[in-house]
Structure formats: structure tokens, C-alpha cells
């Protein structure tokens, strides 16, 4: 009887051991997977120009202290005037585009698992610099990232940012009809995206008479372009006076 009972206990204890290998084998595969944020939610980003170079913080989940300060990598060396940035909604990823002093409109990505991006110049001679007449937003169902500005003349282009590459530069149709009007040219521009949808709204204002005009993006294309105030909104031409949203129940953009 004592060694059938020796037999069982050493059965035990085997099956104990292994029990603790495999826990210990979890316990080890748990931390690796949440030392490379698997499991974790991601840091939140702040960005900011700062003397000649654009930089950021991250502050960590559940934190209440910003992390060391850091540069975005060969982006620019100039006094940035206006960043916009736009955060996917399905992915860890962002779109940073800046207008810097030396009159270069740029655009550069930031992935959790590509870090950072090539950065890539979209306008160069781009004025004025006191005006931000440009913007970025991501579509909210597709997560393709659309960027929307200024050409300088009395057209807005547009980019889309799909799969880590940038599409050729599109112009949205001509919203002012007489080519020798250049003082048309948008001043003032921002982007709104509709929940649940690849839906996107871009509003601008033209110079000189400071009219506002709309275009509605549908599948990353701006079509539908329309006179929205037909008259001076804002006095002058360094003021933004105006801007727009989506209402997130009945999904209509004011």
C-alpha cells in the first residue's frame, strides 16, 4: 500500500510542477507582451513648436506627469507658425503638418509600430505665414488621413495618406470661375470628419473679400463645392471667423 501511495504523491507533485512551469511560462509571456504596449492603452501626445524645432510629450496611461521632451526628427529647423495633427481612429498612428518661417508646408507621420516617418513637403514659397490654410483629418471608418490645403492661386489640393504612402496631389474643382481673380485664394481652411463615415467637410476663406466656401469629401474625394456666406465675415483677413462640426446623433455638419 505504501507504494502505491509513493506513486500517487510523486504523480502530484508532477503535475504541480508543471502547473508552476506553466504559470511561470504565462507570467513571462504576459509581461512581454505588456512591455511592448499590447495590452496597454497608447500615450497620449503633445505637440508643440518650440524656438526652431517642432517637439512633443507623451504622458503615459493613467499618469498624471508629461515625459521627458523630445524633437520631431528632421521635420524642420525653423520657427514653426501653425501644426495641425490628426490621430487615426482605428490604428496607433498620427499626421503632423506644419507652416514654418521659411515658408514650407510639411507633413510627417508617426506610427507605434513605425515611429517616425519621412517627412514630406507639400507646398515650398508657401505664404502668407500668418494665416493657417491648411488642415488634416482622418476619415473615421476607413482610417485614411486626408490633408487639405492652399496652392497659393485660388485652388485648394488635397493628399490622402493610405497604407504608409501619400497619394498625388488632387485640386478640388475651381470654386471661383474667373481665373484673373487670384485674390481668391484661401486664407483661413478647416476640416471636419462625420462619426461613423469616410465622410469629411472642408470650409475655407478666400482672400480680399473673405467669403466662405464648403467642399464634402465622399470616399477621399472633395466634390460638392459651394458658396456658404456670400459676403465679408470677418473685417479683415488674419482673423479665422469661422469654423465647423459634426453632430454626432444626427451626423449633420454645421
Not at 521632451?69 to 498620427?94: G, W, Y
Not at 507621420?109 to 508657401?126: C, D, K, N
Not at 465622410?199 to 480680399?208: F, H, K, L, Q, Y
Request: aromatic share 12%; hydrophobic share 35%.
Amino acid at each position: 500500500m505504501k507504494s502505491k501511495v509513493v506513486k500517487k504523491n510523486k504523480k502530484m507533485y508532477k503535475v504541480k510542477v508543471s502547473m508552476k512551469k506553466f504559470t511561470d511560462l504565462l507570467l513571462v509571456v504576459l509581461f512581454l507582451f505588456s512591455s511592448i504596449n499590447i495590452f496597454s492603452q497608447t500615450n497620449t501626445h503633445l505637440f508643440y513648436g518650440e524656438s526652431n524645432n517642432p517637439r512633443f510629450r507623451e504622458l503615459a496611461p493613467s499618469s498624471t506627469y508629461w515625459l521627458t521632451e523630445q524633437s520631431i526628427p528632421t521635420l524642420t529647423n525653423h520657427t514653426i507658425h501653425f501644426m495641425r495633427v490628426a490621430s487615426c481612429p482605428l490604428r496607433d498612428e498620427k499626421v503632423i503638418v506644419t507652416l514654418a518661417s521659411d515658408q514650407t508646408l510639411k507633413v510627417t507621420t508617426w506610427s507605434a509600430t513605425g515611429g517616425w516617418g519621412q517627412p514630406f513637403t507639400l507646398r515650398s514659397g508657401a505664404t502668407p505665414t500668418n494665416c493657417r490654410w491648411f488642415d488634416v483629418v482622418y476619415e473615421q471608418q476607413s482610417g485614411r488621413c486626408m490633408v487639405v490645403y492652399s496652392t497659393g492661386n485660388h485652388f485648394v489640393a488635397y493628399r490622402i495618406f493610405e497604407n504608409g504612402n501619400w497619394s498625388s496631389q488632387q485640386t478640388v474643382y475651381n470654386y471661383y470661375t474667373d481665373p484673373g481673380q487670384t485674390n481668391k485664394k484661401p486664407l483661413w481652411l478647416s476640416l471636419a470628419a462625420k462619426p461613423n463615415s469616410n465622410e469629411i467637410v472642408a470650409v475655407w476663406m478666400s482672400e480680399n473679400d473673405r467669403w466662405g466656401y464648403a467642399a464634402v469629401s465622399i470616399g477621399s474625394t472633395l466634390i460638392s463645392t459651394d458658396t456658404i456666406c456670400g459676403q465679408d465675415m470677418t473685417g479683415d483677413s488674419v482673423r479665422e471667423g469661422f469654423m465647423v462640426v459634426y453632430e454626432h446623433q444626427s451626423g449633420q455638419a454645421v
